[in-house]
């Protein structure tokens, strides 16, 4: 008896750190090109077209579906290991797949809905997760049609396109 509830608490702890890495449908960062290409059979992978220190590689997918929701996904490898990942779609699913998100990362550590103050610029929608040194960012313009869902490890944003 007191096996079971070992192997049942260590089932439950396992769960819960399945949701510890931010992913897109299983395609974790620090994952491989080839995962890449084995959940997104339609990627197509290429070497970065500028020099940049935060990435070599980029493998793009005009047909991701995350979380039910349609869109177009990038993946950054730097030594054949994901370092971030841009998933593009439209505005009006920001509800839904930062729902999905909620149950799939946890708990936001920010989520905020602004007016801007030129209200011809419409109303922001973002939603922030922080781990250690992995973040994942919403973000919906509500008079753009697209949004997006952007998750990075390490100084990935800062030097993506900073010029070398």
Not at 22 to 46: I, M, R, S
Not at 74 to 82: E, Q, S, V
Request: glycine fraction near 8%.
């Amino acid at each position: 008896m007191i096996r079971m509830r070992t192997l049942a608490g260590l089932l439950l702890l396992y769960a819960g750190c399945a949701h510890a890495q931010y992913d897109a449908n299983g395609v974790a960062l620090g994952a491989t090109e080839k995962d890449v290409l084995k959940q997104f059979p339609t990627a197509h992978c290429a070497a970065l077209q500028w020099k940049s220190m935060a990435a070599e590689r980029r493998c793009d997918d005009s047909k991701a579906l995350i979380g039910g929701v349609p869109g177009r996904i990038t993946f950054y490898l730097k030594r054949d290991r994901i370092e971030a990942f841009d998933l593009r779609f439209d505005t009006k699913d920001a509800e839904r797949l930062g729902a999905f998100l909620k149950k799939r990362y946890g708990a936001p550590a920010e989520e905020r809905r602004s007016k801007l103050e030129d209200q011809r610029r419409g109303d922001i929608y973002k939603v922030e997760w922080k781990k250690g040194e992995e973040r994942a960012v919403l973000t919906a313009l509500s008079t753009k049609g697209r949004a997006s869902l952007t998750v990075w490890r390490g100084d990935f944003e800062d030097e993506i396109y900073r010029v070398r």
